[in-house]
């Protein structure tokens, strides 16, 4: 069963937010670095955003930055997305993964990945 499970998705206007969770049942969550991925139909998986377990610094993809903001809660073992000013390119299914390596734009640095929530943008 899978052990990190996004919710949040949906659909929302150009311009609009959505809050993106991911909840853990990671007995090693508080010690692992975090990410966000996304990937449209046909594309690769595109690296979103990056937190680190301490003392939670924060990374972000050239094509979300200054838009969306990653946040995590160890004692509740969640991270967030907050994604603001959505654009129609950033229709996606979003993935949230737990990482092994240090270099946490890359897809092969994490090892548990959840099943995805689809984000819709369009008017």
């Known amino acids: 069963q899978a052990q990190l499970v996004e919710s949040g998705g949906g659909l929302v206007q150009p311009g609009g937010s959505l809050r993106l969770s991911c909840a853990a049942s990671l007995v090693t969550f508080s010690t692992r670095h975090m990410g966000w991925f996304r990937q449209a139909p046909g594309k690769e998986r595109e690296f979103v955003a990056a937190?680190?377990?301490?003392?939670?610094?924060?990374y972000y993809g050239d094509s979300v930055k200054g838009r969306f903001t990653i946040s995590r809660d160890n004692a509740k073992n969640t991270v967030s997305l907050q994604m603001n000013s959505l654009k129609p390119e950033d229709t996606a299914v979003y993935y949230c993964?737990?990482?092994?390596?240090?270099?946490?734009?890359?897809?092969?640095?994490?090892?548990?990945w959840g099943q995805g929530t689809q984000v819709t943008v369009s008017s």
């Open positions: 937190i680190t377990w301490s003392p939670g610094n924060s």
């Open positions: 993964a737990a990482a092994l390596r240090p270099y946490l734009s890359l897809v092969t640095s994490y090892d548990y």
